[in-house]
């Protein structure tokens, strides 16, 4: 407590915020991560690396590794860069937890963003953890251009804080709104 943050709270808050009514947001997370794992399972026992399968003239299923972060950022980077993103995926999950755990019932649409920010955050944590690098899959494409491979956990991700802006512009009149159902909430 030395900043002046009682911890004890934030603690509770997530004990009691994970109840019934917030659980439902660690369903759509496990299906999330269920989702990501059984697509790079398959793809994984189906493909070499580096293998195509055109599905459509834009698209191509391809495996791939990733042991750097979105883009391949960081991929050459030495070996350090796994831990660096897994500890980075670590500690996000942790604050997406805590976050969950303090909606009201009233923000759904933010619970189904952060859910699907958590199942594709631990999605590739998982990957970077157990095999050191991400596997990617989903290849889009125009001509010669290739988009950088991705998974589902990236499509969660993206889609996640796709909806957490929405959320922002949809809710950005109702402050007063947010701030007294928090206050039953809590």
Do not use: C
């Amino acid at each position: 407590m030395r900043d002046g943050t009682d911890h004890g709270d934030q603690m509770s808050d997530v004990k009691k915020g994970l109840l019934p009514g917030q659980l439902i947001w660690l369903w759509l997370t496990g299906v999330v991560i269920a989702l990501d794992q059984i697509t790079k399972h398959m793809v994984v026992a189906r493909f070499d690396l580096y293998e195509r399968l055109e599905v459509m003239p834009f698209f191509n299923l391809t495996l791939a590794y990733n042991p750097g972060a979105a883009f391949s950022f960081l991929a050459d980077a030495g070996g350090w860069q796994r831990w660096f993103f897994t500890a980075i995926a670590l500690g996000a999950s942790v604050v997406i937890l805590i976050w969950l755990a303090r909606l009201t019932a009233a923000e759904k649409l933010q619970g189904v963003a952060l859910a699907l920010i958590l199942g594709g955050a631990l999605g590739n944590f998982y990957d970077r953890l157990v095999l050191g690098h991400v596997v990617d899959f989903l290849d889009f494409y125009w001509g010669n251009s290739h988009f950088p491979a991705f998974n589902i956990a990236d499509t969660a991700i993206t889609i996640g804080a796709g909806l957490i802006l929405l959320d922002m512009f949809l809710g950005a009149g109702n402050g007063a709104e947010k701030k007294e159902a928090r206050k039953k909430h809590d």
